[in-house]
């Protein structure tokens, strides 16, 4: 590449997008295909601990560095009783789980999932169901978990062997309710009444509870925005978060486009700030709604990609193989821009949850009585929790340019900044579009005391289709950079082709 073709940027303490909210760094669990039963649990598997859980799959979610963990859905929660969920396990009914065609044995439960949470040292984030049931069953399910004794439903939790309160302060009011394939699917007028009726009922009880409304599905939905609109209009004093999901995947060979996923997840992001806004000032509130980017992922949906590794499938089975996606260095690229994406918009994106933990579209792939272990995507992420948190720093970057089918002129470089307010070291996370060249990168710092390069460490392979498997769990591994440097206030460095960049500066 020419001098011309050098990407550059100024890094200034003085220009900051927000702090982070260590939430952003949050997962999901769903009762899902494999995600719970032989992912993170698995009585009489060699590593299970005495509750049945995976020790092997607990260590890698601990450094993974997940921090809210979103559950138990999902569309599996428009049908969820979590009454079915708790007491002992021999009295648990099975269930037919209407979203994934599956039989839910209800082994592991509330209790469980708050045992995992712990364990793994992540707060709950649980959603209730307003698909096929409503105010009262929500109340119930928050006295049941929260409050500390004295009641009916707080003696029974005692009674079933959790004497501590659950303390879940983050609720989900329900899941993708826009979606026509959502059991009890409403309008966006039914929706916002009954959201707003459950938030102001859970308020009763706990007028801190934080909470949060189903925003749009995703943003080619029909009512994208418009139901934002409607829920907020009814809501908007009430919640404090508005949901939004989102998934990619390459399509017809359109690489190109694919790596330039972010260009609509940070699109989706700031029309859905703009809606909030728009209602606020309609309603001339001096309130802020936050977003909870509670979905987002790469996720084959085509059966013949690559990556989609299901079996058929039998109705009604038990834990069957769904969504088990095997990712590539390409996928982790794009999974890692995504996080940028999340990162750049730290100011109005207080919560995130990559979807899912284990199995299912998963960081982490586990074998029923064998082992667990990291898919490319899992770098990326325990990358940006681990160093990600601090002050976001607003970088605009000049950067050298492709065009794209679905999104026009793309910038080859996707960055962003991060300063550690505790030991003044800044990380900057970056990737590479370009499928064949190295990117020259230049970063001019003003106003902060740095010195030196701590970490240029690169996920990119040779085969941009390598993937880690059970037979070679080990083939794809972030690797050291050569040749990057920090002297007279400039970072200059070489991204390397389709290559996600995590450059530590102290």
Same mark, same amino acid.
């Given at each position: 590449?020419?001098?011309?073709?050098?990407?550059?940027?100024?890094?200034?303490?003085?220009?900051?997008?927000?702090?982070?909210?260590?939430?952003?760094?949050?997962?999901?669990?769903?009762?899902?295909?494999?995600?719970?039963?032989?992912?993170?649990?698995?009585?009489?598997?060699?590593?299970?601990?005495?509750?049945?859980?995976?020790?092997?799959?607990?260590?890698?979610?601990?450094?993974?560095?997940?921090?809210?963990?979103?559950?138990?859905?999902?569309?599996?929660?428009?049908?969820?009783?979590?009454? %079915?969920?708790?007491?002992?396990?021999?009295?648990?009914?099975?269930?037919?789980?209407?979203?994934?065609?599956?039989?839910?044995?209800?082994?592991?439960?509330?209790?469980?999932?708050?045992?995992?949470?712990?364990?793994?040292?992540?707060?709950?984030?649980?959603?209730?169901?307003?698909?096929?049931?409503?105010?009262?069953?929500?109340?119930?399910?928050?006295?049941?978990?929260?409050?500390?004794?004295?009641?009916?439903?707080?003696?029974?939790?005692?009674?079933?062997?959790?004497?501590?309160?659950?303390?879940?302060?983050?609720?989900?009011?329900?899941?993708?309710?826009?979606?026509?394939?959502?059991?009890?699917?409403?309008?966006?007028?039914?929706?916002?009444?009954?959201?707003?009726?459950?938030?102001?009922?859970?308020?009763?009880?706990?007028?801190?509870?934080?909470?949060?409304?189903?925003?749009?599905?995703?943003?080619?939905?029909?009512?994208?925005?418009?139901?934002?609109?409607?829920?907020?209009?009814?809501?908007?004093?009430?919640?404090?978060?508005?949901?939004?999901?989102?998934?990619?995947?390459?399509?017809?060979?359109?690489?190109?486009?694919?790596?330039?996923?972010?260009?609509?997840?940070?699109?989706?992001?700031?029309?859905?700030?703009?809606?909030? %806004?728009?209602?606020?000032?309609?309603?001339?509130?001096?309130?802020?709604?936050?977003?909870?980017?509670?979905?987002?992922?790469?996720?084959?949906?085509?059966?013949?990609?690559?990556?989609?590794?299901?079996?058929?499938?039998?109705?009604?089975?038990?834990?069957?193989?769904?969504?088990?996606?095997?990712?590539?260095?390409?996928?982790?690229?794009?999974?890692?821009?995504?996080?940028?994406?999340?990162?750049?918009?730290?100011?109005?994106?207080?919560?995130?949850?990559?979807?899912?933990?284990?199995?299912?579209?998963?960081?982490?792939?586990?074998?029923?009585?064998?082992?667990?272990?990291?898919?490319?995507?899992?770098?990326?992420?325990?990358?940006?929790?681990?160093?990600?948190?601090?002050?976001?720093?607003?970088?605009?970057?000049?950067?050298?340019?492709?065009?794209?089918?679905?999104?026009?002129?793309?910038?080859?470089?996707?960055?962003?900044?991060?300063?550690?307010?505790?030991?003044?070291?800044?990380?900057?996370?970056?990737?590479?579009?370009?499928?064949?060249?190295?990117?020259?990168?230049?970063?001019?710092?003003?106003?902060? %005391?740095?010195?030196?390069?701590?970490?240029?460490?690169?996920?990119?392979?040779?085969?941009?289709?390598?993937?880690?498997?059970?037979?070679?769990?080990?083939?794809?591994?972030?690797?050291?950079?050569?040749?990057?440097?920090?002297? %007279?206030?400039?970072?200059?460095?070489?991204?390397?082709?389709?290559?996600?960049?995590?450059?530590?500066?102290?």
């Amino acid at each position: 590449m020419s001098a011309q073709q050098t990407a550059r940027f100024t890094l200034d303490p003085a220009f900051a997008v927000s702090e982070v909210d260590p939430r952003l760094f949050g997962s999901f669990v769903e009762h899902l295909g494999r995600c719970v039963y032989t992912g993170i649990y698995e009585p009489g598997h060699p590593a299970a601990d005495a509750a049945g859980l995976r020790t092997d799959v607990l260590d890698l979610v601990r450094e993974l560095g997940v921090t809210a963990i979103r559950y138990p859905g999902g569309n599996f929660v428009s049908g969820y009783k979590w009454e %079915d969920s708790v007491g002992p396990k021999e009295d648990r009914p099975r269930r037919l789980d209407l979203a994934w065609r599956s039989t839910e044995t209800n082994q592991f439960g509330l209790s469980e999932f708050i045992d995992f949470v712990r364990k793994v040292g992540g707060t709950p984030m649980m959603a209730v169901n307003l698909g096929t049931r409503g105010v009262a069953e929500a109340l119930e399910l928050q006295e049941y978990a929260n409050h500390p004794g004295g009641t009916a439903l707080s003696d029974l939790r005692a009674a079933h062997g959790d004497k501590d309160p659950f303390d879940i302060r983050l609720w989900c009011l329900g899941n993708e309710m826009d979606g026509p394939w959502q059991t009890g699917h409403k309008t966006a007028e039914e929706y916002g009444r009954l959201a707003a009726e459950t938030a102001r009922a859970m308020r009763q009880i706990d007028p801190d509870v934080e909470l949060v409304a189903c925003g749009s599905s995703n943003s080619g939905m029909d009512t994208f925005a418009a139901w934002e609109a409607t829920v907020l209009e009814h809501a908007y004093e009430l919640v404090d978060h508005v949901s939004l999901h989102a998934y990619y995947e390459e399509r017809d060979g359109d690489r190109d486009s694919f790596l330039a996923s972010a260009v609509d997840t940070e699109s989706f992001i700031e029309k859905i700030v703009a809606t909030c %806004d728009h209602v606020g000032a309609k309603l001339k509130s001096e309130k802020r709604i936050n977003l909870s980017f509670d979905e987002w992922n790469v996720w084959y949906m085509n059966p013949e990609a690559p990556a989609h590794t299901d079996p058929p499938q039998e109705d009604w089975a038990e834990a069957p193989r769904l969504l088990e996606n095997h990712y590539s260095v390409v996928d982790a690229v794009v999974f890692g821009s995504l996080l940028i994406a999340l990162l750049r918009h730290a100011d109005r994106v207080k919560v995130a949850c990559l979807a899912q933990l284990v199995n299912v579209i998963a960081p982490i792939l586990a074998e029923p009585g064998g082992p667990a272990w990291r898919q490319t995507t899992f770098f990326p992420f325990a990358a940006a929790s681990r160093y990600g948190r601090g002050t976001v720093l607003d970088v605009r970057a000049d950067s050298p340019t492709y065009e794209t089918k679905q999104f026009g002129t793309v910038d080859l470089l996707h960055t962003t900044a991060v300063k550690n307010d505790e030991t003044g070291e800044v990380t900057i996370f970056a990737v590479n579009r370009s499928q064949t060249e190295a990117l020259p990168l230049e970063a001019v710092l003003h106003g902060l %005391d740095l010195t030196r390069v701590v970490e240029h460490s690169v996920l990119s392979d040779a085969d941009p289709e390598a993937r880690n498997t059970l037979d070679d769990p080990e083939r794809v591994t972030p690797h050291a950079a050569t040749g990057t440097a920090l002297a %007279d206030g400039t970072l200059k460095a070489t991204l390397e082709p389709l290559s996600w960049n995590v450059i530590r500066l102290a």
